[in-house]
């Protein structure tokens, strides 16, 4: 005979387990956002850190001082990984913490973002017109602007342009329709190349896309 599991966690985690839809969980965007903030604050430090033994062993290089190890180090392997100098030491435990820290960073799954050709443009180029007012302090002022309004309008204007292009080709055919078989031809030719100009210029389509979309 099965137990009744307690109430609480248990009864609760059995019912999402039941029902997929009920498995919603809190992002923690916050924490998320700060944490990866820390991790880049010490990447960064540890990359000065070893950009600073770089510049030590270039600078008695260029001075002409004896650092035979610092260059051994520098260009093999085994010098780097079993060197018993002070500075070859220091330089594995610099790159052991990189090594651990920047696995950690790199595992950071970040919100995929679409930044097609025109999406691009409108943000270096139009970005300004959906500004917001972030602080209402008038001595800091800082302004952004939300993806989401730039995707939309992108969206926007594909779809118009794309449509045109269409529209435009059935409409021009019509009017070619009784005039000679090289003019519907031209016309055929100058909107198809004008629809795969604007699907391959305007968006990240790949070539096999570009030949499908125009083919259709």
Not at 12 to 35: C, G, Q, T, V, W
Not at 107 to 120: M, Y
Request: proline residues 3%; charged residues 25%.
């Amino acid at each position: 005979m099965e137990r009744k599991p307690l109430d609480g966690y248990p009864t609760f985690a059995r019912f999402i387990a039941k029902d997929p839809d009920a498995a919603i969980y809190r992002k923690f965007e916050s924490l998320s956002a700060r944490n990866l903030l820390y991790q880049q604050s010490q990447l960064n430090d540890l990359e000065r850190q070893l950009d600073e033994l770089d510049s030590k062993d270039a600078t008695e290089k260029a001075l002409d001082i004896n650092n035979e190890a610092g260059e051994r180090v520098a260009r093999e392997w085994q010098h780097f990984a079993h060197d018993d100098n002070d500075r070859a030491k220091l330089r594995r435990q610099v790159q052991e913490r990189i090594k651990r820290h920047i696995k950690e960073y790199h595992l950071v799954a970040l919100a995929p973002v679409d930044t097609d050709r025109l999406n691009v443009f409108l943000k270096s180029y139009v970005g300004w017109l959906f500004q917001i007012e972030q602080t209402g302090d008038p001595q800091n002022r800082m302004y952004y602007f939300p993806e989401g309004r730039i995707q939309l309008l992108g969206t926007i204007i594909s779809v118009l342009l794309s449509s045109l292009i269409l529209i435009g080709a059935i409409v021009f055919l019509l009017l070619a329709s009784k005039r000679s078989i090289e003019l519907q031809v031209g016309v055929i030719v100058i909107f198809t190349f004008l629809f795969a100009a604007v699907v391959g210029l305007l968006t990240n389509a790949r070539r096999a896309e570009i030949f499908g979309s125009s083919a259709a």
